[in-house]
C-alpha cells in the first residue's frame, strides 16, 4: 500500500486503483458464474449417480448449499496462503544485502514456505487429528450401549464362565458378543435345527498387546469347544474393534449355528485415524491374531477340526493381508478368505491387481485365470460362478479360494494419492456396473471428488460404495470349500439374513455414530 519497493525482490506491476477494482470484481463474476454451472453439473451427475444407486437425488437447492461452504473454504486457504506468504516474505527479509542477493532470497523465501507446508501437512494436522481423536474415543470405548444386555451363554466372551469380561470388552466387543441370534432366536428363524453359535473376542484390557490379546482369543476357543464345530472364521477387525454385523450373521445363519467366530480388539481409533497413527500396527494386529488361531487350529487333528476363514472389511482387509507373507502362505494355512471394500493402499491386493492378466480391466481383475484369486464387483458376479461351478468348461477354484468384492463406486477402494498427477486405469476402462459413465479424470480435481466421498462412503444403498450388505453372504457361500450353498439357498439365507439384522444393524465402522 505504501508504494515502497522491498530492496531483493523483483518490482511487481501496479495497477491503478480503478482498474485494480475492475479486474477484481470481474474476476469475482466469473468465479460466481463458473460455480453456478458447476454445481449444474453436480446436479445432473448425482442423479444419474442417484438413478444407478435407487437412492434419493439431491434437489438443485440442497446442491446450492455448496455455495457458502466453499466460502468458508475458500476464505480459509486464502488466511493460510497469506499466512504462507507472509512468513515467506519475513524468511527472505532475514537474508542480508540487496538486490545482487535476489535469487538467494527468492529461494529462501520458497524454500520456507514448502518446509512450513510439508510439516504441516504431514506432522502438524495429522498429530493433532490423532491426539484429540485418542482424548475422544478412548472414552467412547468405554461405553457399552445401552441396549446392549450381557450375553447369557458360555458361548459368548463376556458370558458366564467368560474370563475375559463383559465391560472390558469395549464398546464394539460388547456389540459384537450380544448382537446376534441365539440357538432358540435362530431356530425359530430358519425353521431348521441349531447350536448355539461361538463368538470370542478379546478387549484391549483383555491383554498388554497384540499377542497377549491373541493368546486370549485362543483360550476362549479352547474353553468354549470351537474344535467342534463345523466352521471357524476369524475377523481382523478394523480400527475401533468393530466386526460387521451382518457379515457374523451370516456366516451362522449358512451354517445353522455350527459355527465359530473370533476376534480381537487392538485400537479404539477410527479406521481413517488409525490409518493417520500408525499402518504398521494395523497389519501387526491382524498377524498377531491370525497367527494365533491358525496355530491352534493346525494342532487339531486333521479329521476332526473346524474348515478355518478369514473375513475383513475395510480396514480389517489391512489387518487380514498383514498376517500373510503372500498367496503361498494364504493357501498353506486357511481354507478361504472373503475380503470387501480393501483400501487402495492394500499391498498384496495392489500387487495382483496390477499383476493381473492381460486384457482384464483394473475394476474387474483376474489373476492367474482365478484358479486361487478372484475379483468380484457385486453379488452378480459371484452368482454367476455358483451357477456354473460344476461347469467342466470352467477352470474350478481348488485349493484356498480367495475372493475380494470391491464395488466401482467405493472411495475406500479407488482412492489414492496417485490421482493428482496420474489417470488410473479404471478411469480409462468402461464404467462399473454403479459408476457414472460421466465420470472423468481430471488433475487435482478427481483426487478431492474421491477424497471428499470418503466420509460418506457408507451412507449409500446396500451393494454400493463402501456399503457391501447382504453381499457378504454369497461371497461366503462362493469361499466355502465345501460348495454346501447353492444359487437357490442363497435367496433363502438372504430373506433371512435380512429378517435377523431388522433389529441388529447394520453398523459402519467408517461413521462416527455407530449405531
Same mark, same amino acid.
Request: proline content about 7%.
Given at each position: ?56 437425488? #439431491? ?6 448449499? +455448496? ?29 542480508? &544485502? ?68 463383559w465391560t472390558g470388552l469395549g464398546a464394539y466387543g460388547t456389540r ?5 441370534? #441365539?440357538?432358540d432366536e435362530l431356530e425359530e428363524l430358519t425353521g431348521r435345527p ?62 445353522? &449355528? ?50 478355518? #476363514? ?23 494355512s486357511v481354507d478361504g478368505v472373503l475380503w470387501m471394500g480393501p ?9 495382483? +491387481? ?16 482365478? =484358479?486361487? +484369486? ?11 460362478? =455358483? ?7 470352467? =477352470? ?71 456399503? #457391501? ?27 433371512? =439374513? ?16 455407530? &449405531?
Amino acid at each position: 500500500p505504501s508504494g515502497r519497493h522491498r530492496p531483493g525482490l523483483p518490482r511487481r506491476p501496479h495497477l491503478s486503483r480503478r482498474w485494480r477494482m475492475w479486474a477484481e470484481g470481474a474476476l469475482g463474476g466469473v468465479i460466481v458464474v463458473a460455480l453456478l454451472v458447476w454445481v449444474l453439473y453436480a446436479v445432473r451427475w448425482q442423479r444419474e449417480l442417484a438413478g444407478i444407486m435407487g437412492a434419493r437425488a #439431491y434437489t438443485p437447492a440442497q446442491f446450492l448449499l +455448496v455455495l457458502p461452504v466453499g466460502l468458508v473454504i475458500w476464505a480459509v486457504l486464502v488466511v493460510v496462503g497469506r499466512l504462507f506468504i507472509w512468513l515467506g516474505s519475513k524468511a527472505a527479509d532475514a537474508v542480508p &544485502g540487496t538486490a545482487k542477493h535476489t535469487s538467494t532470497r527468492l529461494l529462501v523465501s520458497w524454500g520456507t514456505a514448502a518446509v512450513l507446508a510439508v510439516l504441516v501437512v504431514d506432522q502438524v494436522i495429522p498429530g493433532t487429528v490423532v491426539q484429540v481423536s485418542e482424548r475422544v474415543f478412548s472414552v467412547r470405548n468405554d461405553e457399552v450401549r445401552p441396549d446392549l444386555v450381557r450375553p447369557h451363554v458360555t458361548e459368548r466372551s463376556g458370558g458366564p464362565g467368560s474370563p475375559n469380561e463383559w465391560t472390558g470388552l469395549g464398546a464394539y466387543g460388547t456389540r459384537f458378543t450380544a448382537l446376534g441370534l #441365539y440357538r432358540d432366536e435362530l431356530e425359530e428363524l430358519t425353521g431348521r435345527p441349531a447350536k448355539e453359535p461361538i463368538r470370542v473376542y478379546a478387549g484391549l484390557d483383555d491383554g498388554d498387546d497384540d499377542t497377549e490379546r491373541a493368546d486370549s482369543v485362543v483360550r476362549e476357543l479352547l474353553r468354549t469347544h470351537a474344535a467342534d464345530r463345523k466352521a471357524l472364521m476369524v475377523v481382523p477387525t478394523t480400527g475401533t474393534g468393530w466386526v460387521n454385523p451382518t457379515a457374523a450373521q451370516a456366516f451362522e445363519l449358512m451354517h445353522d &449355528g455350527d459355527t465359530a467366530i473370533a476376534a480381537a480388539q487392538y485400537s479404539y481409533l477410527p479406521s481413517a485415524v488409525q490409518f493417520l497413527s500408525d499402518k504398521e500396527e494395523i497389519r501387526e494386529a491382524g498377524r498377531a491374531l491370525v497367527t494365533a488361531v491358525v496355530d491352534w487350529w493346525h494342532t487339531l487333528p486333521a479329521d476332526h477340526r473346524p474348515r478355518i #476363514y478369514v473375513y475383513g472389511e475395510s480396514l480389517g482387509t489391512t489387518a487380514g493381508e498383514g498376517a500373510f507373507s503372500g498367496l503361498r502362505d494364504i493357501a498353506s494355512s486357511v481354507d478361504g478368505v472373503l475380503w470387501m471394500g480393501p483400501p487402495n493402499f492394500n499391498q498384496l491386493h495392489s500387487e495382483l +491387481v496390477e499383476r493381473r492378466d492381460p486384457g482384464s480391466p483394473e475394476v474387474q481383475p483376474e489373476y492367474s485365470g482365478g =484358479l486361487t +484369486v478372484r475379483f468380484a464387483q457385486n453379488r452378480d458376479v459371484i452368482d454367476r460362478w =455358483l451357477r456354473r461351478r460344476s461347469d467342466p468348461s470352467i =477352470l474350478p477354484w481348488s485349493g484356498a479360494r480367495v475372493l475380494y468384492v470391491q464395488h466401482p463406486s467405493d472411495p475406500v477402494v479407488w482412492w489414492s494419492p496417485s490421482l493428482l498427477v496420474e489417470r488410473p486405469d479404471w478411469l480409462r476402462e468402461p464404467a462399473g456396473f454403479d459408476r457414472s459413465p460421466s465420470m472423468r479424470w481430471m488433475p487435482f480435481v478427481t483426487f478431492w471428488q474421491v477424497s471428499l466421498d470418503l466420509p460418506m462412503a457408507a451412507n449409500v444403498p446396500n451393494g454400493h460404495g463402501h456399503n #457391501y450388505g447382504s453381499t457378504v453372504i454369497d461371497g461366503l457361500a462362493a469361499i466355502d470349500r465345501d460348495d454346501a450353498v447353492s444359487v437357490d439357498d442363497l435367496d433363502r439365507l438372504r430373506d433371512e =439374513l435380512d429378517r435377523a439384522m431388522a433389529t441388529q444393524g447394520p453398523e459402519k465402522e467408517l461413521g462416527v455414530d455407530n &449405531g
